[in-house]
T-cell receptor, first 114, second 119 residues
Framework: GQQLNQSPQSMFIQEGEDVSMNCTSSSIFNTWLWYKQDPGEGPVLLIALYKAGELTSNGRLTAQFGTTRKDSFLNISASIPSDVGIYFCAGQDAGGTSYGKLTFGQGTILTVHP | ETGVTQTPRHLVMGMTNKKSLKCEQHLGHNAMYWYKQSAKKPLELMFVYNFKEQTENNSVPSRFSPECPNSSHLFLHLHTLQPEDSALYLC??????????????????FGPGTRLTVL
């Protein structure tokens, strides 16, 4: 089956620092999604990417769909304490019998020290 | 209520119990999903319902039984579970578009989850 490698697994940063995380896949995806999960809650969609090379921002968050369609990254600028949580990438299949299914990365646990 | 709601939020059950998890979406979506989230593992897709028909069963043991009576409600019936089934069970929904013989899957919106503990 498909696999997504998300890194880093965890990050400990100071408030105000920038953050970068990425996902790589063993196969091509036609959509990349980035979610954030707060403790005790379900994942919330942050950014959706639909085209290779696409660069999309949502406030202090910026994400890019890699040109090979096998990777994506998420940047958070000027981090604040409420950025704490688990960030997941998810890829949507490009075809075959699993068309449309989401494959999730393992998550990046972000801790922000005030 | 807005978005995707799940009840109960927490459930503790013995291995011989029968219980059900409920999910309701208030977004007018036509597809619903059950995921399992275990510690230090990626989210695992369990079941998918598109237009009330089950289209995916991701090799889930028969002790988990889904039910989708209409496009707004999804249940997960549980019986004779094992301790390793303890996890956060997440429901999600999406508005999938059908056209030209294929389905375009859109972003999934998640509920808050049910934290299940099997003793």
């Amino acid at each position: 089956g498909q696999q997504l490698n998300q890194s880093p697994q965890s990050m400990f940063i100071q408030e105000g620092e920038d953050v970068s995380m990425n996902c790589t896949s063993s196969s091509i995806f036609n959509t990349w999604l980035w979610y954030k999960q707060d403790p005790g809650e379900g994942p919330v969609l942050l950014i959706a990417l639909y085209k290779a090379g696409e660069l999309t921002s949502n406030g202090r968050l910026t994400a890019q769909f890699g040109t090979t369609r096998k990777d994506s990254f998420l940047n958070i600028s000027a981090s604040i304490p409420s950025d704490v949580g688990i960030y997941f990438c998810a890829g949507q299949d490009a075809g075959g019998t699993s068309y449309g299914k989401l494959t999730f990365g393992q998550g990046t646990i972000l801790t922000v020290h005030p | 209520e807005t978005g995707v709601t799940q009840t109960p939020r927490h459930l503790v059950m013995g291995m011989t119990n029968k219980k059900s998890l409920k999910c309701e979406q208030h977004l007018g979506h036509n597809a619903m999903y059950w995921y399992k989230q275990s510690a230090k593992k990626p989210l695992e897709l369990m079941f998918v319902y598109n237009f009330k028909e089950q289209t995916e069963n991701n090799s889930v043991p028969s002790r988990f039984s889904p039910e989708c009576p209409n496009s707004s409600h999804l249940f997960l019936h549980l019986h004779t579970l094992q301790p390793e089934d303890s996890a956060l069970y997440l429901c999600a929904s999406s508005q999938d578009l059908v056209g030209r013989g294929m389905i375009r899957y859109n972003e999934q919106f998640f509920g808050p989850g049910t934290r299940l503990t099997v003793l």
